[in-house]
């Protein structure tokens, strides 16, 4: 099993490391609306990325818009997002004109952590597909491998940067919630090296004390069943497509 994309685009813009779970360095992105085949390659990387549909879940969930909250802009931005993460191709200034226009919607966030964790362990599965910086200055597709693991219920988080058979690191820790703003502490980190065992190493933070805005945070703009949006404490935005775990064939 494998995991496919990694977290953040710089510690600058995020201040938290990436993480997955150690055991897995590949995933197929879902994507709902569209029964999208195509696949793309990470230059970095020798993971391949596949567009999939997740069977078990209902077209009419896609998307966590209220009627009175969508518009056609908003829509379109959403869009414009989904074939970005498909296909990688859609130009940066547009990307950053729909990551600006679904900032300023101001959505009911209500739904947005059980979208993004799940309602059951272990939760819910994102790769990293842009980062922009700071008042969406500028941006770009991020070229790693990173992928984030919310679990809702156990309040957990693991993200994690792979580098196919060179290797992997991940970090884990929890997670609180509060009204749109996701805080968390990693508590442990894990470095994989080759076919040896994951060395894992505690981070000493391990007190049971809840993250608050004084650590690293998300603040989230935008969360469906295929994609997220969010900017971090240090300003930068980024958005992510939901995975799923697959086999190696």
Known sequence: MMWSQTHISSP????????????FTKYNPIFLNSRCSTSFRLTTTTT??????EDTINDTSTLLLEQDQSTPELEQSVEVLKKAAKTRKVPKNEVLSALSVIEKAKLDPSKFLET?????????TWMLI????????GGRYFPLTAVQRFDAEAKRIENGVFLGSLGSLTFEGRISWKNKILA??????RLKVGPFNPLEVSLGNE???????KNPFFIWYYVDEEIAVARGKSGGTAFWCRCSRVTNP
């Not at 007190?207 to 805005?213: G, I, K, R, V």
Request: net charge positive; aromatic share 10%.
């Open 12 to 23: 600058a813009i995020w201040v938290s490391p990436p993480f997955i779970p150690h055991t």
């Open 184 to 189: 968390f502490i990693f508590e442990r980190i």
């Open 207 to 213: 007190d049971n004390s809840e993250p608050n805005t």
């Open 116 to 124: 993004l964790g799940g309602s059951k362990s272990p939760g819910r």
């Open 48 to 53: 391949k990325l596949r567009a999939s549909v």
């Open 130 to 137: 842009f980062t922009a910086e700071k008042k969406l200055k």
